[in-house]
């Protein structure tokens, strides 16, 4: 840490499972050297506004907030969520269900769901959806079944558990974007406070690959804590979620980590759902 930090840095992440299982050690002061850190749990969506108001040293965002954040926060290289086959799906009641003109419930419109499905819907409803309904993502799922809304995007666990609401995956936004650009899915992202120097960010960067690789090493050590914070999924879920969603851009974005994040903002940006983001603006310290 920085000479003039006495105190432990506020660090923000959901109480997902990939959050949780990543962040266990360190969290837990297990990780030498690190940082000393104070958690706070909060899911991806206030986190975002938290950002944006420049609360907290660290937080755990969207990727689609960076545009509107890099000013004050820098993107630490790893302790994120890329991958394949993890992608956001929209959910109808009805199978095949024309989406042209209807109301469609989504968790943020500052999240990368939302700007996967903008793109996604861009190509494929010529007529365009109709009202965007905001909810929470809880409330996705039986809005749709019980005809509240006409389709819903959803992210993380209820990709495992929407059949049990009756409903049906009309499309997959992970496969659209993998497909149309073969790079993987930027999720969410680590953002620290400028401010805290270059000393700092770079400890921060490596207590989180830090804490990955621990977690990766001992996964029984780590349980404990993600089954506590799981919201009540079963086991073989959050398993299932960790197994998705934590991979190798956890430890390091590297070069076609990067190559993800550029390209979907600067999709976005020509479609102009986010503000054009500088090249450089993604360079960490």
């Not at 630490?76 to 959910?91: D, I, S, T, Y």
């Not at 996967?116 to 996705?140: C, D, K, Q, S």
């Not at 149309?180 to 960067?205: D, F, H, M, V």
């Not at 690789?213 to 349980?223: H, N």
């Given at each position: 840490?920085?000479?003039?930090?006495?105190?432990?840095?506020?660090?923000?992440y959901?109480?997902?499972?990939?959050?949780?299982?990543?962040?266990?050690?360190?969290?837990?002061?297990?990780?030498?050297?690190?940082?000393?850190?104070?958690?706070t749990?909060?899911?991806?969506?206030?986190?975002?506004?938290?950002?944006?108001?420049?609360?907290?040293?660290?937080?755990?965002?969207?990727?689609?907030?960076?545009?509107?954040?890099?000013?004050?926060?820098?993107?630490?290289?790893?302790?994120g969520?890329?991958?394949?086959?993890?992608?956001?799906?929209?959910?109808?009641?009805?199978?095949?269900?024309?989406?042209?003109?209807?109301?469609?419930?989504?968790?943020?419109?500052?999240?990368?769901?939302?700007?996967?499905?903008?793109?996604?819907?861009?190509?494929?409803?010529?007529?365009?959806?109709?009202?965007?309904?905001?909810?929470?993502?809880?409330?996705?799922?039986?809005?749709?079944?019980?005809?509240?809304?006409?389709?819903?995007?959803?992210?993380?666990?209820?990709?495992?558990?929407?059949?049990?609401?009756?409903?049906?995956?009309?499309?997959?936004?992970?496969?659209?974007?993998?497909?149309?650009?073969g790079?993987?899915?930027?999720?969410?992202?680590?953002?620290?406070?400028?401010?805290?120097?270059?000393?700092?960010?770079?400890?921060?960067?490596?207590?989180?690959?830090?804490?990955?690789?621990?977690?990766?090493?001992?996964?029984?050590?780590?349980?404990?804590?993600?089954?506590?914070?799981?919201?009540?999924l079963e086991?073989?879920?959050?398993?299932?979620?960790?197994?998705?969603?934590?991979?190798?851009?956890?430890?390091?974005?590297?070069?076609?980590?990067?190559?993800?994040?550029?390209?979907?903002?600067?999709?976005?940006?020509?479609?102009?759902?986010?503000?054009?983001v500088?090249?450089?603006?993604?360079?960490?310290?």
């Amino acid at each position: 840490m920085t000479a003039d930090r006495d105190k432990p840095l506020q660090l923000a992440y959901s109480p997902c499972p990939n959050d949780t299982f990543t962040f266990e050690a360190w969290a837990h002061g297990r990780v030498p050297g690190a940082p000393e850190i104070d958690v706070t749990f909060a899911d991806i969506d206030i986190t975002n506004g938290m950002a944006e108001r420049g609360e907290f040293d660290v937080l755990k965002v969207s990727y689609a907030v960076l545009p509107w954040v890099l000013g004050e926060y820098a993107l630490l290289p790893c302790g994120g969520a890329l991958g394949r086959g993890c992608g956001p799906l929209v959910l109808t009641k009805e199978p095949g269900t024309d989406l042209t003109g209807k109301v469609v419930a989504v968790p943020s419109e500052r999240s990368t769901a939302y700007l996967l499905f903008r793109l996604w819907a861009a190509a494929t409803v010529p007529g365009g959806v109709g009202e965007i309904v905001v909810m929470p993502f809880n409330e996705i799922m039986p809005a749709v079944r019980d005809g509240k809304v006409d389709a819903g995007l959803v992210i993380h666990e209820a990709r495992f558990t929407y059949q049990n609401y009756g409903l049906h995956s009309l499309a997959d936004m992970g496969e659209h974007w993998e497909s149309t650009t073969g790079l993987p899915i930027p999720l969410g992202a680590i953002i620290a406070k400028r401010s805290l120097g270059a000393e700092t960010l770079r400890a921060l960067a490596d207590a989180a690959t830090a804490s990955v690789r621990m977690a990766w090493d001992a996964p029984e050590v780590s349980r404990p804590y993600v089954l506590e914070h799981s919201q009540e999924l079963e086991p073989s879920v959050a398993d299932q979620h960790i197994a998705l969603y934590v991979n190798e851009f956890t430890a390091e974005l590297g070069d076609e980590g990067y190559a993800a994040i550029r390209g979907l903002l600067e999709r976005a940006a020509a479609e102009g759902l986010v503000p054009p983001v500088a090249e450089d603006a993604l360079r960490f310290v």
